[in-house]
């Protein structure tokens, strides 16, 4: 879980790189869901990009990602993945997720 993380986009990044990174990594080529805390659209390109290098870097192993804090969607997302073999590089959103304001985080 990537969760916690800050709320600049290139502090999130930089923090995400440093604690979860070789962790994920270390576990590759195993498939792995990342899951997010919900956050402002700034966060979408390096949450994309971190996925799609995984994702490259674990084949044949999957890597995708989830945003959203309803443990039952996000659940439900990952069961899906899991049923979905051919589905990597992705990041997902959950119908519940809004930003630390309230607002509803753009898909």
């Known amino acids: 879980m ?4 800050p709320a600049k ?8 790189a440093a ?7 270390a576990a590759l080529p195993a ?3 990342i899951l997010f805390d919900p956050a402002d659209h700034p966060h979408d ?3 994309r990009a971190m996925v799609e290098e995984l994702a490259r870097e674990a084949v044949p192993g999957r890597v995708n990602a989830v945003v959203g804090m309803d443990v039952a969607a996000v ?6 993945l899991e049923r979905a073999p051919g589905v990597t590089g992705q990041v997902f959103t959950t119908n519940d997720a809004v930003t630390h304001d309230g607002t509803p985080v753009s898909r």
């Open 2 to 5: 990537a969760r916690g993380l």
């Open 9 to 16: 986009p290139l502090d999130a990044a930089a923090e995400f």
């Open 19 to 25: 604690r979860f990174l070789p962790k994920i990594r």
């Open 31 to 33: 498939d792995i869901v």
């Open 45 to 47: 390109s390096w949450r």
């Open 75 to 80: 659940e439900e997302t990952v069961a899906f």
